[in-house]
């Protein structure tokens, strides 16, 4: 069955870094468009940032802009999200999801919290 397995989140202070992994399986990662999304506390889902099949077309939401970075290894099955500069509004569950934005599967999110 189709699983996506993030990992990575934890605590950073404000201006600090983290890289953010989701681990696919049960289907043909290679030919899926993924995303990235987040859930802040009391907030709805927020898409970050999308990447296609073949990495070639990323797009990020205006929020992340310039400060995030989502690529993609086709071969191990796993996309990242590498986030820089971190603001405490970052502060949320990011999950990664397959698709674009009508996404139909997702995984159980890995938890940032960005603090002094």
């Known amino acids: 069955q189709v699983q996506l397995v993030e990992s990575g989140g934890g605590l950073a202070q404000p201006g600090g870094s983290l890289r953010l992994s989701c681990a696919a399986s049960?289907?043909?990662?290679?030919?899926?468009?993924m995303s990235w999304a987040r859930e802040a506390p009391g907030k709805g889902i927020e898409w970050v940032s999308g990447?296609?099949?073949?990495?070639?077309?990323?797009f990020y939401a205006n929020s992340v802009k310039g400060r995030f970075t989502i690529s993609r290894d086709n071969a191990k099955n796993m996309v990242y999200l590498q986030l820089n500069s971190l603001k405490p509004e970052d502060t949320a569950r990011y999950f990664c999801?397959?698709?674009?934005?009508?996404?139909?599967?997702w995984g159980q999110g890995t938890r940032v919290t960005v603090s002094s």
């Open positions: 990447i296609d099949s073949e990495g070639s077309d990323i």
């Open positions: 999801a397959r698709g674009w934005n009508m996404w139909d599967y």
């Open positions: 049960g289907f043909t990662f290679g030919v899926y468009a």
